[in-house]
């Protein structure tokens, strides 16, 4: 059984471990709050940006390289999502998981496949796995995660899938629905789907200004972009949810386990105190 010097070291342990997990709570929390509040502003936005592309899929004559699909896909651009630090629960070995099981998907199909990382945690895991080309990572984008930063970004993806460099892109990352709650996902960036409905387009009778091809070229690659910034939003999101849960529930086992430390020292106390007392009175009653 420990001594008293030795729990005592503990619970000076643990309070300091309580302390700082309390920290990186409040911190995630204040992330959060704004985070959260981005993403919950883009996605009304970038939904009507889908409806209007759905609708524009449904018009005759609509054609744009985007939407150009390979006859065999044999080049596959994977981005994955992760972040630049740990603590934060499943969050990075979800994506890192469900990246490597996309990877084996399309080892299976004997394509070519590239991984583009973003986030110090996947950058170290996607150098060890073999049969890929690795492209590197962008690990400062979360330091600064603004839309212009991201839009250089998609911008150059954009111009590799027109010139063919590749024939899929995939965008892996974490979908945020509330701090407790993360869905990772695989969300389709190229070729986009323009979807031919016969019926809808019988029923919409549209007038383009100033004519159909400037605003296809316009509107299409803006919503690519929005698509794009909502994924690392939600990402940046899900980050500080998961780390804000997972200090939560270490600052609620610290509690615990302090409580269980205190009352162990204190019963070893008491017992120690109480052989002092039995000594001392055996020792009176020696002399006497």
Not at 6 to 20: C, P
Not at 33 to 58: C, N, V
Request: charged content about 25%.
């Amino acid at each position: 059984m420990a001594n008293l010097k030795e729990i005592r070291n503990r619970i000076a342990s643990v309070s300091s471990t309580k302390q700082i997990t309390s920290a990186m709570k409040m911190v995630s929390a204040a992330k959060l709050r704004k985070s959260q509040s981005a993403i919950q502003k883009l996605r009304p936005y970038s939904q009507k940006m889908t409806e209007i592309m759905d609708r524009l899929g449904s018009a005759e004559g609509v054609y744009t390289p985007f939407a150009r699909k390979a006859k065999e896909e044999k080049n596959i651009l994977l981005i994955a999502l992760t972040s630049n630090k740990g603590l934060c629960s499943t969050f990075n070995s979800s994506i890192i998981k469900l990246t490597a099981s996309r990877i084996d998907f399309y080892k299976q199909k004997k394509a070519n496949i590239f991984v583009q990382s973003f986030g110090k945690r996947g950058d170290a895991a996607f150098k060890k796995m073999n049969g890929i080309t690795y492209m590197g990572s962008n690990d400062d984008i979360w330091e600064n995660l603004n839309f212009h930063n991201v839009d250089t970004i998609t911008e150059q993806i954009m111009k590799d899938f027109e010139n063919k460099k590749f024939d899929r892109v995939e965008i892996i990352y974490n979908i945020f629905k509330n701090a407790a709650t993360q869905y990772p996902t695989i969300e389709n960036f190229l070729p986009i789907e323009l979807k031919q409905d016969n019926k809808k387009a019988e029923n919409c009778d549209y007038i383009f200004q100033p004519n159909k091809e400037d605003i296809i070229k316009s509107i299409i690659p803006q919503s690519l972009h929005t698509q794009v910034f909502k994924c690392f939003l939600d990402s940046f999101a899900s980050e500080h949810g998961a780390r804000m849960s997972s200090m939560n529930k270490a600052t609620d086992n610290a509690q615990e386990l302090l409580k269980e430390l205190t009352l162990t020292y204190n019963k070893l106390r008491q017992a120690s105190i109480t052989n002092e007392i039995i000594e001392i009175c055996s020792g009176a009653n020696a002399l006497n």
